[in-house]
Antibody, heavy 126, light 108 residues
């Protein structure tokens, strides 16, 4: 079945780095854009970054720009999120999710996230 | 802060109808999706493209949109519908996704 599995979370000190991975299975990975979305404890969802199906386009939330780098290896069905200069406010469960694209309406593609992985917890603390 | 505004919480009696709204300027240009998240679980889409239901989602879930407001309606709410619901769209540039802050639905 279609599945995404995140790994790499853990406890890290402020200012240090961590790399998250998202491994996909059950679908043609190289044809889908992949997103990272995070959720701080007890808070809502926050979009972090997206990488296009071939890795040629990447976009980041302002909170991630300059510190986080998203990449992918289609030969390994994997998307990574390299997180540098981590701060306490980066503490969250990090989810990866596949972007689905449907029909186009009024020049805009209908797109949504499905499925989501189970998440990996990142705790930034000294 | 979020570009999409949701009410923090709503309650609904079992079997009744509840509507959750999501407001944002970008909704005039981009569609809204709705995700359900139960405690300890990852989010899952319940409505996409304003009013499309993925397979397996009961037809008591429906979506609509007008101007800068998107709505998720649960008709005949069941106990298992108690969850947090998040709307999602793109920002005005179209390059970034955004989420509303979420609405907690309590079934009485």
């Amino acid at each position: 079945q279609v599945q995404l599995v995140e790994s790499g979370g853990g406890v890290v000190q402020p200012g240090r780095s961590l790399r998250l991975s998202c491994v996909a299975s059950g679908f043609t990975f190289s044809t889908y854009d992949i997103h990272w979305v995070r959720q701080a404890p007890g808070k809502g969802l926050e979009w972090v970054a997206v990488i296009s199906y071939d890795g040629s386009n990447k976009n980041y939330a302002d909170s991630a720009k300059g510190r986080f780098t998203i990449s992918r290896d289609n030969s390994k069905n994997t998307v990574n999120l390299q997180m540098n200069s981590l701060r306490g406010e980066d503490t969250a469960v990090y989810y990866c999710a596949r972007e689905r694209v449907g029909e186009w309406v009024a020049g805009v593609a209908i797109d949504w996230l499905d499925p989501w992985g189970q998440g990996t917890l990142v705790t930034v603390s000294s | 802060s979020s570009d999409l505004t949701q009410d923090p919480a709503v309650s609904v009696a079992l079997g009744q109808t509840v509507r959750i709204t999501c407001q944002g300027d970008s909704l005039r240009s981009y569609h809204a999706n709705w995700y359900q998240q139960k405690p300890g679980q990852a989010p899952a889409v319940v409505i996409y493209g304003k009013n499309k239901r993925p397979s397996g989602i009961p037809d008591r879930f429906s979506g609509s949109s007008s101007g800068n407001t998107a709505s998720l309606t649960i008709t005949g709410t069941q106990a298992e519908d108690e969850a947090d619901y998040y709307c999602n769209s793109r920002d005005s540039s179209g390059n970034h996704y955004v989420f509303g802050a979420g609405t907690k639905v309590t079934v009485l």
